[in-house]
């Protein structure tokens, strides 16, 4: 789940605001998978780490209900501020222990935050509350940051974002570096013997500076790096973004940009 970093609420705003949303694409993919496997209807959908919300509000046009779990109160406070959404439900609580029956869930979940769970407990309770059919998708970026095109200095730009990676690379948790691993072990444990890894998904769309540094800010990395020194860390942001405007020739922060971003997804089903 979102353990570490992720408790303060001006985060958790920074989080809701930046973060970015699983593409349509995997969504997709993951319906197809759930469709093959199980069939409809699709009743339940549970987002693991589901922080404030970007998966489980994806799901719910799909799903008769979602319930959204996460371990921090102010994630979860500020999916519960967006409006529109009458079928999903957040609760606090974790990956290891999931408040449902057995064979209950459809879709167990989880958007870059599978790196964050007891990977033996948490595959226990997939066994357990997974209907006969139901199936896991474990979602995330295949990267650390997305590739970025702006006219002819997008190799430049990258450069910077590589700079900013190295001095977070000291605060990176190993949960992280096990995320940007694609999730291989976990894969490798998960019992079901129907299973799939998607990978290489890539997907182009656009983004500002500011919205560029909002994302920095809301890394776990970052948070740590920040929680050890709150004004090396803004400065280093200030500093991210001037040379992003210098590189551009640009002087709004709001300037756009396109970016790419390649996902993987880890997709097993429980045996009928």
Same mark, same amino acid.
């Given at each position: 789940? @979102?353990?570490?970093?992720?408790?303060?609420?001006?985060?958790?705003?920074?989080?809701?605001?930046?973060?970015?949303?699983?593409?349509?694409e995997?969504?997709?993919?993951?319906?197809?998978?759930?469709?093959?496997?199980?069939g409809?209807?699709?009743?339940? %959908?549970?987002?693991?780490?589901?922080?404030?919300?970007?998966?489980?509000?994806?799901?719910?046009?799909? =799903?008769q %209900?979602?319930?959204?779990i996460d371990?921090?109160e102010?994630?979860?406070?500020?999916?519960?501020?967006v409006?529109?959404?009458?079928?999903?439900?957040?609760r606090?609580?974790?990956?290891? &222990?999931?408040?449902?029956?057995?064979?209950y869930?459809d879709?167990?979940?989880? %958007?870059? %935050?599978?790196?964050?769970?007891?990977?033996?407990?948490?595959?226990?309770e997939?066994?357990?509350?997974?209907?006969?059919?139901g199936?896991?998708a474990l979602?995330?970026y295949?990267?650390?940051?997305?590739?970025?095109?702006?006219?002819?200095?997008?190799?430049?730009?990258?450069h910077?974002?590589?700079?900013?990676?190295?001095?977070?690379?000291?605060?990176?948790?190993?949960?992280v570096?096990?995320?940007?691993?694609?999730?291989?072990?976990?894969y490798?444990?998960?019992?079901?013997?129907?299973?799939?890894?998607?990978?290489?998904?890539?997907?182009?769309?656009?983004?500002?500076?500011?919205?560029?540094?909002?994302?920095i800010?809301s890394?776990?990395?970052?948070?740590?790096?920040k929680?050890k020194?709150?004004?090396?860390?803004?400065?280093?942001?200030?500093? @991210?973004?001037?040379?992003?405007?210098?590189?551009?020739?640009?002087?709004?922060?709001?300037? &756009?940009?396109k970016?790419e971003?390649?996902? =993987?997804?880890?997709?097993?089903?429980?045996?009928?």
């Amino acid at each position: 789940m @979102t353990y570490r970093f992720f408790e303060g609420k001006d985060h958790a705003s920074v989080y809701q605001k930046y973060r970015f949303t699983p593409p349509d694409e995997l969504k997709n993919i993951i319906l197809q998978y759930l469709d093959k496997k199980k069939g409809k209807p699709h009743v339940l %959908a549970v987002d693991l780490g589901c922080g404030t919300g970007q998966n489980s509000r994806l799901l719910a046009p799909h =799903f008769q %209900a979602v319930v959204g779990i996460d371990i921090s109160e102010s994630q979860l406070e500020e999916a519960k501020g967006v409006p529109g959404y009458p079928n999903i439900t957040y609760r606090k609580g974790s990956a290891e &222990e999931l408040p449902f029956p057995d064979g209950y869930v459809d879709l167990l979940t989880a %958007a870059s %935050a599978a790196h964050w769970f007891d990977q033996s407990r948490f595959l226990a309770e997939a066994c357990r509350v997974l209907k006969p059919g139901g199936c896991v998708a474990l979602l995330g970026y295949s990267c650390a940051f997305p590739r970025l095109h702006y006219q002819d200095c997008g190799e430049r730009l990258d450069h910077i974002c590589e700079e900013v990676r190295q001095v977070l690379l000291p605060y990176t948790s190993n949960q992280v570096a096990v995320a940007l691993g694609k999730l291989e072990e976990l894969y490798s444990a998960i019992p079901f013997p129907d299973k799939e890894r998607v990978e290489g998904l890539q997907v182009n769309s656009s983004t500002s500076v500011r919205n560029l540094m909002g994302f920095i800010e809301s890394l776990s990395s970052f948070q740590a790096y920040k929680k050890k020194d709150p004004q090396t860390a803004e400065n280093l942001l200030l500093h @991210t973004q001037n040379r992003f405007l210098e590189e551009m020739g640009v002087m709004s922060p709001d300037m &756009e940009m396109k970016q790419e971003l390649e996902y =993987f997804c880890v997709l097993a089903s429980k045996p009928l």
